[in-house]
């Protein structure tokens, strides 16, 4: 098991940057997956970004260019670095480690983006 603890949600302008952080109870070295997803009220969460134990990223077309994903194994930290915010980005961000087959996510961190 791994308890997840996201951090550095808020508010800010469009256009503006963001960079959200997800540390892990344990080490994430051998985590195969972790990653973000989000969700607004009323809709599916969706995958934002992944990354496995490999390196390998994966990016929503929604996204690309302007989030990028990244893991510090020796921290046990997931980042989530978002730029050029736009308010259709605003949701809650959550984070979650996938391992052993089974997904366990962070309790959630607000970004919300003004026009």
């Known amino acids: 098991q791994v308890q997840l603890v996201e951090s550095g949600g808020g508010l800010v302008q469009a256009g503006g940057s963001l960079r959200l952080s997800c540390a892990a109870s344990?080490?994430?070295?051998?985590?195969?997956?972790m990653g973000w997803y989000r969700q607004v009220p009323g809709k599916e969460r969706e995958l934002v970004a992944s990354?496995?134990?490999?390196?390998?990223?994966n990016v929503a077309d929604s996204v690309k260019g302007r989030f990028t994903i990244s893991r510090d194994n020796a921290k046990n930290t997931v980042y989530l670095q978002m730029n050029s915010l736009k308010p259709e980005d605003t949701a809650v961000y959550y984070c979650?480690?996938?391992?052993?087959?089974?997904?366990?996510w962070g309790q959630g961190t607000q970004v919300t983006v003004s026009s």
């Open positions: 979650i480690a996938t391992m052993t087959g089974q997904g366990y």
């Open positions: 990354v496995t134990n490999g390196g390998r990223t």
């Open positions: 344990r080490s994430i070295a051998s985590i195969n997956q």
